[in-house]
C-alpha cells in the first residue's frame, strides 16, 4: 500500500518544482534563480546546472514569474518610451489582436485548473469529465492583464480569448492525466491480484 501511496505522490512531483521564470520578447523561457533586480538589468543563476551569475537586459524581458507564483513585468526598471497612435486602421486591429492572443496564451498559467481536473477524474472519473467541462467553459479572471497600461480593444480580446483557450486546454490536459493513471492504476492492481 505504501509504494501506491509514493507511486500517486510522485506522479504530481512535477508540478511542484519552485524556481523563478523568465519570459523573453522572443518567446523563450528561462529557468532560473533571481539573484538581483538592478536598473536596466537582471541577475540570475540558471536551475539546471551549477553556473555563474548571468547579467539579461530588462527590455528584453516581457515578465518575470516568480517562485510563489507572482507575476511583474519590471515596469519600474524599464525606460518606457511614449508614443501616439495618429492612424489606426484594420490591420492594427489584427495586429493588437494576435499579439494579445499570443501574451494571453503565454501568460496564463493553468497548473491549479490542471491539478484540479486531474485529481477529480482520479477519484472518480464521471465526476472529473463533469469538473473538465464545466471548467473549460469558465473564462480565466481578468487580472492577468499586466503588460500595457492602456490596451487597445482588440489587444483586451485577444488577451482574453488566449488565456480561454489555455484554460481549456490544461483542464483536458488534467482530464488525460487523471484518466491515464486511474486505468493504470487499475491494471496493474487487475495484475496482482490475476496473478495472485
Known sequence: MRYLIVLFFSCF??????QDTIFLKDSSEINCSI???KEGSLIYTRNDE????????????????FESGRLDSLNAYRIVEQFVVENYNEADSKKAYLSGFQDGFKIYNGRSVKMATSITTFILPPLGLATTVITAGIPPNANLLIQNESPSN???NGFQAGTILKKRKKAWQGFGLGLGITIGLSLSIALVVGAG
Open 35 to 37: 539573484k538581483e533586480i
Open 50 to 65: 551549477i553556473s555563474p551569475l548571468y547579467e539579461l537586459m530588462i527590455s528584453k524581458v516581457l515578465y518575470v514569474e
Open 154 to 156: 482588440s489587444y483586451i
Open 13 to 18: 512531483a512535477f508540478e511542484s518544482l519552485s
